[in-house]
Nanobody, 122 residues
């Protein structure tokens, strides 16, 4: 599967951006989709996720400021980011997880986009 992110850019603190992740196949086929980010010198971290059933989860640092959503008809997942802070600066990656069960074993396969740069700076 191909995941193509867009919407990154440079904004001032307090600004907003909306990231998009377009998938090459139905997003309903994934067990979950998520946004991760990685700042220079840091490990990649989970920002927000949404299960196939629509349950969402957010990192504490973005809760109340970021919203993950999806448009099944467009096979696209979004990350609406508001009240941006300088510490939100990072490359943001889209993730799609496919889960399969074989007997008692569960297998997870992750696909990743190429990333989109978000820079928050005055």
């Amino acid at each position: 599967v191909q995941l193509v992110e867009s919407g990154g850019g440079t904004v001032q603190p307090g600004g907003s951006l909306r990231l998009s992740c377009a998938a090459s196949r139905s997003i309903g086929s994934f067990s979950a989709m998520a946004w991760y980010r990685q700042a220079p010198g840091n490990q990649r971290e989970l920002v927000a996720s949404m299960t196939a059933g629509g349950s969402t989860n957010y990192d504490a640092s973005v809760r109340g400021r970021f919203i993950i959503s999806r448009d099944n008809a467009k096979n696209t997942v979004y990350l609406e980011m508001t009240s941006l802070k300088e510490e939100d600066t990072a490359v943001y990656y889209c993730n799609a997880r496919t889960t399969t069960n074989k007997g008692w074993t569960r297998y997870n396969h992750d696909d990743w986009g190429q990333g989109t740069q978000v820079t928050v700076s005055s």
